[in-house]
């Protein structure tokens, strides 16, 4: 049971990575958090591997209003089957607006040498603010 626990708490801590480095911008180490065939699926882009990631993300323009993103996840639910794993969270992104949009992540992770890593992620927005500082995504 002790290796199960300590690899939930790994993946909590690659989910946590990659809402923190994405909130500061820090899209290199965003990226880092997938496998190297990993897919990052949001509404409107489908990334596969770390380095075209890193680039459908710089691509976006940053709306100059933002001055900062938080994303908060939340009842990450996780599922571990030897060296793959599922994982299901909720989160809510607020800005300068306040809360600015939520939705879900599915996550399907893949043990590597560098640890649990995501082999796909696909990102579902089920409600945005009238005054997103985010281009339209619901996905409903």
Known sequence: MADLAADRDSIRHLLALY??????????????????????????????????????????????ALSFVHHHITNPLI????????????????????????????DWLVRTPQGWRFARRLVRIDWQAPGSLFRAMVTR
């Open 19 to 64: 809402t923190y480095n994405g909130d500061r911008g820090r899209v290199e180490q965003l990226a880092a958090c997938f496998a190297q065939a990993g897919v990052l699926e949001f509404p409107g882009t489908v990334a596969t591997g770390p380095d075209d990631i890193a680039a459908a993300l710089q691509s976006g323009t940053r709306n100059p």
């Open 79 to 106: 599922e571990i089957d030897h060296d793959t794993a599922t994982a299901r969270s909720y989160f809510s992104v607020h800005t300068d607006i306040g809360p600015d949009h939520s939705g879900t992540y599915s």
